[in-house]
């Protein structure tokens, strides 16, 4: 009967051993889970700043790209001016002297 009180107790024991080694392990597991959850969190939120971010750069260069388009049609209109405003004949004088330094500037040496 001894015996069995013994074995008994020795059983109780092993079965506590096991159930205390498996919740150090859940225990262990449940930190890696947190671990892993606020990593997840942390780079969300880091993803969610990034997103801003460029979310704001676009705006700024979409005026700037506006900005940019409406300074290029007032050129155009300023271009288009009739001749008492803007002399045609130095206009034209200005587009042939770029058209002659364009052609002359092939990437060739003509001297060579």
């Known amino acids: 009967m001894m015996q069995d009180i013994m074995n008994s107790a020795d059983e109780f024991k092993k079965s506590m051993e096991s159930i205390s080694s498996a919740s150090r392990e859940q225990a262990s597991g449940l930190d890696e889970i947190s671990q892993a ?30 900005a940019c388009r409406e300074s290029l049609e007032i050129v155009r209109e300023y271009l288009a001016l009739p001749a008492s405003i803007a002399s045609s004949q130095s206009a034209r004088q200005a587009e042939d002297k770029k058209s002659q330094d364009s052609q002359d500037d092939d990437g060739f040496d003509e001297a060579a």
């Open 37 to 66: 959850i606020n990593l997840v969190h942390d780079l969300t939120l880091s993803n969610s700043d990034q997103a801003s971010h460029a979310s704001e750069v676009t705006t700024k260069l979409d005026k700037g790209v506006r």
